[in-house]
């Protein structure tokens, strides 16, 4: 499954981008590949702020009891605060599975630009040979199971700033690993009252089924 979550809110996105406009950049082939026709994006490599953005990030990321309540994470890697300007793009990849030590359980991207404010720049899943593209408003996070192949699109015009994560969840079989977080946001729903949640506990209860029933 792919999840779309709020984690973080307007005040703590702007805070995020104040160091977007004085942080010192690097090319962000330190991490995958050099070959800029397959990765041409830019990193925050930056010896006396980083430190201080990483420590903000991640306790705002932990404020978000949907977040955690949903993935169980164990450990997560150390965000990477990117930034694709014009013609910058990513071209398909699958993320390691291993990362700072960390099994890359989940991938995340969580967005800082608004849509409106760069034309490309499509985070592009290719899930069952279908190709399918996100945009999300600033604050809010994809999260995918690490091992889909995506890619990002060519950015045509103006500033797309994301930060990029992975994390390691305490449930090891991927199998339930999925079912456990449909559940819980099906719980999380539940708790603030968002839909009727019959149908999704069922299709729960068939996944269940499928993967351990032995007929």
């Not at 070959?35 to 930056?46: H, R, S, T």
């Not at 694709?84 to 630009?113: A, E, P």
Request: net charge negative; glycine share 4%; aromatic share 14%.
């Amino acid at each position: 499954m792919i999840y779309t979550i709020n984690l973080i809110d307007e005040v703590t996105v702007n805070s995020i981008l104040e160091f977007y406009k004085f942080c010192s950049f690097s090319d962000g082939s330190i991490s995958g590949s050099s070959d800029k026709k397959i990765k041409y994006n830019e990193v925050i490599d930056d010896e006396i702020h980083l430190d201080s953005l990483t420590e903000y990030t991640d306790k705002a990321f932990k404020r978000c009891e949907q977040f955690s309540y949903m993935f169980t994470p164990r450990a997560t890697t150390l965000p990477k605060f990117l930034r694709y300007t014009k013609g910058m793009h990513y071209d398909y990849h699958n993320d390691f599975y291993l990362i700072d030590q960390v099994r890359t359980d989940w991938s995340c991207t969580c967005f800082l630009s608004s849509p409106d404010d760069y034309e490309g720049g499509e985070l592009v899943l290719n899930v069952g040979n279908k190709e399918v593209e996100y945009k999300l408003n600033p604050g809010q996070v994809l999260v995918y199971p690490t091992g889909i192949y995506h890619k990002v699109n060519k950015v045509l015009s103006g500033e797309r700033d994301v930060i990029v994560f992975w994390m390691e969840s305490v449930i090891q079989d991927s199998r339930i690993r999925n079912i456990l977080a449909d559940y819980s946001q099906l719980m999380m729903n539940r708790k603030n009252e968002i839909y009727d949640y019959h149908s999704d506990f069922e299709r729960i209860r068939y996944q269940i089924v499928r993967e351990y029933g032995q007929l």
